[in-house]
């Protein structure tokens, strides 16, 4: 997709009023110094006169006296303040603090935000991110985390040692990573904790030596011992501190790139004065052509920085996953500025080592950074396994473009009774769900149906599921199509299920259901109730039906299940998913009753006989359906109805039409159909919406990352903030 680099002219205004400071202000301040501050008296000076020019924390929200820049905007500000070592630090724009401002107004409780977010943006105290750990602790692998945070009266005891921790001397508080759960090398586990400096169990320890200095406040060894903090020292929640710090690590990479391009700019406006006058073999440098390859070169890896910062600042502002691209201009850039800094001292010939100019130590400050915030092998480690994924899925997708005939005429030819040979395959549906696909011998006709491409929620694409309930269905008087064969990841690179095919219509859209009377809607709507009250009248108690799930505690499963699925696949930060979570935790109730959940019903879910609407020929999708609360369904039913849910649908939706009967008269329908009180409805509605958001955001992703198959997905992540509002609502009704 094409990126727009221009920036807004109130941006462009700011960027170069940013540069007017640098060079009057700060410039002279650096020189003189080394670019080192010598002291905190320093910094704040530098920071009054910042706000006195009115450039001050243009990362911040107007709120906190900032100026609320996104991410695109935010490239072309730091980029001018990183001219000079100490822009940044005058801008209040430095490392951590840049980061930790970013993370906190993103995931502070209100009270947070008050005691530590608005004197961090205001520059009144520096904090720093107590994350990195001695060997083998936590670096490179985050999973290595070592240090621990254990359960105490009032609050927690954090045990630990950290190093590498950025501005800890002189710093007002820290935030920490500690472990609340697992081991060292156990995915997850861990929580994030806002620590005052002046805990008696927060030690602050020795400068670690390096090439850089001028990151104010230094590199830190940092012990916690007996480090008691109340439970309001949580940031965030309890064991979600990876995922919180993705909020985080993302934009710090890129604003680092930023950074240090102005400092790469820098150089190379250095070694362009220079070699434009200085004189050699009888002509300026600048004419001579292998100066002027490295001035070009340096160009280009200035150019090629910048856009590859502008795509992934942009991906981030539309609230898309941008791991690969921050990898990919982090990477770039950290090793592009190395190099512009290296021609532009090589340019500049003795004088570049001395101590004349500040090449020198622009040189030793941007080393680090190919280490700093992940080494660049890290990076390109995590860049491969992301394309070689890719790949992977590609090869693995199953549709007439790919799908191996060979081998699926092997497996017919082996397992289904009567085939003639000779098989194709039409698809059929491109992804919102499993993906589904017309086979036929020229005489027969199956469904096959398999998980959607680049699944994140495994679980609810269970094969095996759909082809158990099918045939444990048959008979039972619950319409379902025949169950024929199912197949592991061995023939076709995923497990697939194949079932007869049901000729009948399927009503999906608005346009679906034009063809259909009024009298006829309502009809197929009662219908459809009446048949899910029949499924949730089959006998569970002996088969194989009662095997399909564990009754017990399903409706507190459910909720934890489908907040942890929220968690697997979000692209961006919702607070009312959060929210939401939190009052479902609540209000959660004892169950009514159990029987077959279907998990997923709604009308594009049934197949209609074709002369008689009404007639349900075979509900499908069956791949969600487990034991449980019965009115888990009817309340998922409903949400399907919300005209919120529109844009999951391609935005025209047979479900959500105006002309279907009200969610009232539905509800009534099934309590007569199935003899069930229909009790703790707010509470039902709230976990379908959290369902329905959660199944939204899951397409949304897939789609982002090039998932999805066929036309009407662009839209429907906009579905999924909506859907969480409605159940906050829905549960307080």
């Given amino acids: 997709m094409a990126v727009d680099l221009a920036q807004d002219a109130d941006v462009r205004d700011l960027a170069e009023r940013t540069a007017r400071f640098i060079r009057e202000v700060v410039i002279p301040v650096e020189e003189t110094h080394g670019g080192v501050l010598p002291s905190e008296e320093a910094r704040v000076q530098l920071q009054d006169a910042a706000r006195a020019a009115g450039v001050f924390a243009p990362h911040a929200s107007p709120e906190l006296g900032g100026h609320g820049l996104d991410m695109r905007a935010r490239a072309a500000v730091f980029e001018e303040a990183g001219y000079s070592l100490l822009g940044p630090i005058a801008l209040n724009i430095a490392a951590p603090d840049e980061g930790n401002v970013h993370m906190l107004a993103r995931i502070a ?190 160009e280009i890896d200035i150019a090629a920085s910048r856009g590859l910062i502008l795509q992934a600042c942009w991906e981030l502002d539309r609230g898309n996953p941008a791991g690969s691209q921050v990898s990919i201009a982090k990477t770039f850039t950290a090793e592009a500025v190395w190099r512009v800094v290296d021609r532009s001292l090589q340019l500049n010939g003795g004088r570049g080592v001395s101590g004349d100019v500040l090449l020198g130590r622009f040189l030793r400050e941007v080393r680090p950074f190919r280490i700093y915030d992940g080494p660049s092998e890290t990076h390109r480690w995590s ?114 299920a194949l079932t007869g095919f049901v000729d009948g219509i399927v009503v999906r859209s608005e346009d679906d259901l034009a063809a259909l009377d009024d009298p006829t809607v309502h009809a197929v709507a009662f219908s459809l109730v009446e048949t899910l009250a029949a499924l949730h009248a089959v006998d569970v108690t002996t088969g194989p039906l009662a095997e399909l799930g564990r009754p017990a505690g399903y409706l507190r499963r459910q909720v934890e299940r489908w907040y942890g699925q929220w968690q697997r696949v979000a692209t961006r930060e919702i607070p009312d998913v959060d929210t939401l979570y939190r009052l479902l935790d609540d209000t959660c109730p004892a169950e009514s009753d159990h029987a077959v959940v279907h998990g997923d019903f709604r009308i594009d879910n049934a197949i209609l006989d074709a002369g008689h609407p009404a007639t349900i020929r075979a509900l499908v999708d069956w791949e969600m359906a487990t034991l449980g609360d019965p009115l888990a369904d009817l309340a998922l039913h409903s949400v399907y109805g919300d005209p919120t849910f529109a844009p999951v649908l391609a935005g025209s939706a047979a479900s959500t039409s105006s002309r279907m009967p009200s969610t009232a008269e539905l509800v009534e329908r099934y309590a007569v159909a199935s003899g069930r009180t229909v009790r703790h409805w707010e509470f039902h509605r709230g976990l379908a919406y959290l369902k329905a958001a959660v199944i939204a955001e899951g397409i949304h992703a897939r789609h982002l990352r090039g998932d999805t198959r066929g036309e009407g997905f662009a839209t429907v992540g906009e579905a999924t903030a909506p859907l969480a509002e409605a159940g906050v609502v829905a549960v307080h009704a």
């Fill in 383 to 496: 860049i491969a396994k992301r394309t070689v994924g890719r790949y992977r899925r590609e090869q693995a997708r199953c549709g007439p473009d790919g799908l191996d005939l060979a081998a699926l005429d092997t497996f017919l030819t082996a397992n289904v009774d009567g085939y003639r040979g000779g098989v194709t395959a039409e698809l059929v549906s491109g992804g919102r769900s499993n993906l589904t696909y017309r086979v036929t011998d020229g005489t027969h006709v199956w469904i096959l149906r398999r998980p959607p491409l680049g699944t994140l929620t495994p679980s609810a694409h269970d094969m095996g599921r759909e082809f158990r309930v099918t045939a444990a269905l048959a008979g039972t008087g619950v319409p379902v199509a025949p169950a024929v064969a199912l197949a592991d990841d061995s023939v076709l690179g995923v497990p697939f």
């Fill in 109 to 298: 409780s209100e009270e947070q935000k008050e005691r530590y977010l608005a004197p961090l943006a205001a520059g009144d105290v520096r904090s720093c991110f107590a994350m990195t750990e001695p060997a083998p602790g936590a670096g490179s692998d985050p999973d290595a985390l070592s240090t621990t945070a254990t359960r105490v009266d009032g609050g927690w005891r954090i045990d630990g040692r950290k190093w590498f921790t950025t501005g800890a001397d002189g710093a007002a508080f820290a935030i920490v990573m500690a472990r609340t759960t697992g081991e060292p090398g156990d995915r997850g586990g861990a929580t994030m904790f806002l620590v005052d400096a002046d805990n008696p169990g927060m030690k602050v320890g020795r400068h670690i030596p390096t090439l850089d200095e001028s990151l104010f406040g230094g590199h830190l060894e940092v012990e916690f011992s007996d480090c008691r903090v109340p439970d309001d020292a949580v940031l965030g929640e309890v064991d979600q501190g990876y995922r919180y710090a993705q909020v985080r690590l993302g934009p710090a990479r890129l604003t680092h790139c930023m950074r240090w391009l102005g400092i790469a700019r820098r150089a190379q406006d250095i070694a362009v004065a220079w070699a434009s006058e200085r004189e050699v073999f009888g002509s300026r440098l600048a004419d001579l052509g292998m100066a002027q390859a490295m001035i070009a070169d340096n």
